[in-house]
């Protein structure tokens, strides 16, 4: 157990809709990562928060977004849902963020099915 | 951009054979190198890692050596087990600015061990 959790652990939802994925780091960490697994494209960052703010980005669609709360937990926002975004969604935490050797510590996963 | 490069599986072993996993890289200035593993139904737990070059990571009897002149980090391990069956990725941790970073991560090699 990473100490990382994500709800739900699994989704199933329509096309067009939209959809939140939550998540709580590790005790103590501040910085938050959001990826994307799936079979085409393997495992692709999205995006990073630190301590609420946003840190770095990657290959995140603009119709997600995600954001990070006082408390650390970060929400990952999903509209407009497309069949192509059916994926495994991980979320994970490191202490700190600007730092290349810190290690990131993942979540079980979040199934998205969009029928 | 930075990326990369895992072997292709599956690979599949008989307990007790030698493991090696290959992996390469590119990226710009000197990033950090890790081996995550994925057992069936959970999230990515970090196996070893390595921050510079010439360091060795190692972890249940795997290794692997940052080789700045190869861009390499292959995984090794010298007898493997039934248990070690899972999918294995190989990531780089790059500053993406100075205040945030992002894991890259190759597609991931299944092993499949058999007694």
């Known amino acids: 157990d990473s100490g990382v959790t994500q709800t739900p652990k699994h989704l199933i939802t329509a096309t067009g809709q939209r959809v939140t994925l939550r998540c709580s780091p590790r005790?103590?960490?501040?910085?938050v990562y959001w990826y994307q697994q799936s079979l085409d494209q393997g495992l692709q960052f999205l995006i990073q928060?630190?301590?609420?703010?946003?840190?770095a980005k990657g290959n995140i669609l603009e119709r997600f977004s995600a954001q990070q709360f006082p408390d650390l937990h970060s929400e990952l926002n999903l509209s407009s849902l497309e069949l192509g975004d059916s994926a495994l969604y991980f979320c994970a935490s490191s202490v700190i963020a600007g730092t290349s050797g810190g290690t990131q510590y993942f979540g079980p996963g979040t199934r998205l099915t969009v029928l | 951009g930075d990326s990369v490069t895992q072997m292709e599986g599956p690979v599949t072993l008989s307990e007790e054979a030698f493991l090696t996993i290959n992996c390469t890289y590119t990226a710009t200035g000197y990033p950090s190198l890790f081996w995550y593993v994925q057992y069936p139904g959970e999230g990515l737990q970090l196996l070893l890692k390595a921050t510079k070059a010439d360091d060795k990571g190692s972890n249940k009897g795997f290794e692997a050596t940052y080789r700045k002149e190869t861009t390499s980090f292959h995984l090794e391990k010298g007898s493997v087990q039934v248990s070690d069956s899972a999918v294995y990725f190989c990531g780089l941790n790059q500053l993406a600015n100075q205040a945030g970073t992002a894991l890259i991560f190759g597609k991931g090699t299944t092993l499949s061990v058999s007694s």
């Open positions: 928060y630190y301590n609420g703010e946003e840190r």
């Open positions: 005790s103590g960490d501040l910085s």
